[in-house]
């Protein structure tokens, strides 16, 4: 059943969510609910991957389905990613999810690729500690500040209650 509804998805062109593993050769492995599939690191530029990632349920596109066993069924998050990519506007809120704290900010996953939440944009000013106010993996809502689609970077900031 899930074999069926997977090829599906990868007929429709539309998405699955996975929970990511071990690291496997050159990506990590991702539970299906049931069925492990591969992603390959070198299809998922747009991406910080963290060991905090691990266990983490993200969105793929089924990129190979295999037409034989013994063959992986391989995902990616780029296609994904750069879809939403060129979607984005500048004021447009975005759920997003925590998927690094630096000393600088955060790094929020927007569903493929991450854009940058300075700590002077988190509400506090530029004395906010990033890791006070957000953490790995958790889920918050941010608006577009800038983004330089050359350099493909996207600059955030903390959504404010009750804004639209």
Request: charged content about 30%.
């Amino acid at each position: 059943m899930l074999w069926e509804l997977l090829q599906s998805a990868d007929h429709a062109n539309a998405t699955v969510f996975g929970r990511i593993r071990e690291p496997n050769q050159g990506g990590f492995t991702v539970d299906l609910g049931g069925v492990q599939a591969s992603w390959q690191e070198g299809l998922s530029s747009y991406l910080r991957f963290s060991e905090s990632s691990r266990e983490q349920t993200r969105e793929f596109k089924i990129v190979e389905f295999p037409n034989r066993r013994g063959r992986d069924l391989v995902l990616s998050r780029r296609k994904l990613a750069e879809q939403r990519f060129t979607a984005l506007s500048i004021g447009q809120r975005v759920d997003g999810l925590g998927s690094g704290i630096v000393e600088y900010g955060a790094f929020i996953d927007l569903g493929g690729f991450d854009g940058l939440l300075h700590k002077s944009e988190m509400g506090k000013g530029y004395g906010a500690v990033p890791s006070e106010i957000l953490a790995e993996g958790q889920r918050v809502t941010v608006v577009v500040v800038a983004i330089d689609r050359d350099r493909r970077r996207v600059r955030l900031r903390l959504s404010r209650d009750g804004e639209k």
